[in-house]
């Protein structure tokens, strides 16, 4: 009896793996996956990021509109937090007095 090529194939499919052996599975690299990732990153803006999850956190709608005005108004905060943290004080600094009216 002759085997047709179709047997012969599953014939080889079907074979049966040693013990002990586990079966090799293909893996994607690392570097690829991240630089993927890395690519999405650098096309967006950080604030962006930022701003959808902080909207999602305070569960507050967001319109597309606002979004550029939302990103100014950040940037500018952030740049004075910069300012304010930039500033050294000497060791003996102490805070303000309070005054109330």
């Given amino acids: 009896m002759t085997r047709k090529p179709q ?4 014939a080889t499919a079907a074979k049966p793996k040693p013990r002990g052996q586990k079966p090799v599975r293909k893996r994607v690299p690392v ?3 991240r630089r993927s990732k890395s690519v999405q990153a650098q096309s967006r803006d950080p604030l962006d990021h930022f701003i959808d999850i902080a909207a999602r956190a305070l569960g507050l709608p967001l319109e597309a509109s606002w979004r550029p005005a939302v990103a100014a108004n950040l ?3 952030l740049e004075h937090a910069a300012a304010v943290e930039a500033f050294a004080l000497p060791d003996d600094a102490e805070p303000g007095p309070v005054f109330k009216a």
């Avoid at 047997?7 to 599953?10: E, G, H, T």
């Fill in 75 to 77: 940037r500018v905060t």
């Fill in 31 to 33: 570097k690829a996956a």
């Fill in 7 to 10: 047997d012969k194939a599953r």
